[in-house]
T-cell receptor
Framework: GENVEQHPSTLSVQEGDSAVIKCTYSDSASNYFPWYKQELGKRPQLIIDIRSNVGEKKDQRIAVTLNKTAKHFSLHITETQPEDSAVYFCAASKSEEFSGGYNKLIFGAGTRLAVHP | EAGVTQSPTHLIKTRGQQATLRCSPISGHTSVYWYQQALGLGLQFLLWYDEGEERNRGNFPPRFSGRQFPNYSSELNVNALELEDSALYLC?????????????????FGPGTRLTVL
C-alpha cells in the first residue's frame, strides 16, 4: 500500500549548522511532495513543496530535492536558528482524475528538530 | 484572508458518545480534508470532500463519517467513541476539483480540535 518513511525521528543540531531530513515513498505514481512544519500546539504550516517535474527547489534557507528513480526526497535547512525547532512532516500524493488517489496526502511519521543556541 | 477555522478547540466526551467537529475552509476553496493526529504520531488521512461529495476516505471504520455543506464547510462525526479516538483532528482545505487540471492543490490546515475520550 501507500507508505512514506521519514528519517530521522529526532534531530539535534547546533545553531548555524545544517539539518537534513529524508523521506522515501512507495507509490511510484506520487507526483507532489510537500513539507510541513508543526510547532508545539500549532497547526501544520506548509514550508515548501515540490512537484515531480523538477528535481530541486529552494526558498531562502530551505531546499527540497527529489529523486524519482530512487523514490526519495529530502529537506535541507541551512544556517539553522532556534526558531526552526519544530516537528517536520513530509508527505506525498498523486493526481488521478476523479479517482481515489487524488489529493490524499500520505504523511511520514515526523522528525523532531531541536536547534540549540 | 482568513485561514481555515475549526470548532470547538477542545472536546471532551465519554466512551460510547458521539462527537461532532466543524471546519470552515478558506474562502474560494471547495475541497475539505480531515486528518487524525494521535499523540506522538503522524497525520492519518480520514476523509476528503469536494463540491458536497465524499471523494475519498482513509482506513477508518464507518463510525467516522462526515458531510460537506453548500457553503463548503464540513462536519466530521465520530460515533460510538472509543478511548483510542482521542487525538487532534485537523481539517485542511484546498482549491479543489472544479476547473482544475490534474495538478494537486496545496492543502492549508486549520488549528485542529483536540478530542479527548474518557
Amino acid at each position: 500500500g501507500e507508505n512514506v518513511e521519514q528519517h530521522p525521528s529526532t534531530l539535534s543540531v547546533q545553531e548555524g549548522d545544517s539539518a537534513v531530513i529524508k523521506c522515501t515513498y512507495s507509490d511510484s505514481a506520487s507526483n507532489y511532495f510537500p513539507w510541513y512544519k508543526q510547532e508545539l500546539g500549532k497547526r501544520p504550516q506548509l514550508i515548501i513543496d515540490i512537484r515531480s517535474n523538477v528535481g530541486e527547489k529552494k526558498d531562502q534557507r530551505i531546499a527540497v530535492t527529489l529523486n524519482k528513480t530512487a523514490k526519495h526526497f529530502s529537506l535541507h535547512i541551512t544556517e539553522t536558528q532556534p526558531e526552526d525547532s519544530a516537528v517536520y512532516f513530509c508527505a506525498a500524493s498523486k493526481s488521478e482524475e476523479f479517482s481515489g488517489g487524488y489529493n490524499k496526502l500520505i504523511f511520514g511519521a515526523g522528525t523532531r528538530l531541536a536547534v540549540h543556541p | 484572508e482568513a485561514g481555515v477555522t475549526q470548532s470547538p478547540t477542545h472536546l471532551i466526551k465519554t466512551r460510547g458518545q458521539q462527537a461532532t467537529l466543524r471546519c470552515s475552509p478558506i474562502s474560494g476553496h471547495t475541497s475539505v480534508y480531515w486528518y487524525q493526529q494521535a499523540l506522538g504520531l503522524g497525520l492519518q488521512f480520514l476523509l476528503w470532500y469536494d463540491e458536497g461529495e465524499e471523494r475519498n476516505r482513509g482506513n477508518f471504520p464507518p463510525r467516522f463519517s462526515g458531510r460537506q455543506f453548500p457553503n463548503y464547510s464540513s462536519e466530521l462525526n465520530v460515533n460510538a467513541l472509543e478511548l483510542e479516538d482521542s487525538a487532534l483532528y485537523l481539517c485542511a482545505s484546498s482549491l479543489g476539483l472544479a476547473g482544475h487540471s490534474l495538478i494537486t492543490d496545496t492543502q492549508y490546515f486549520g488549528p485542529g480540535t483536540r478530542l479527548t475520550v474518557l
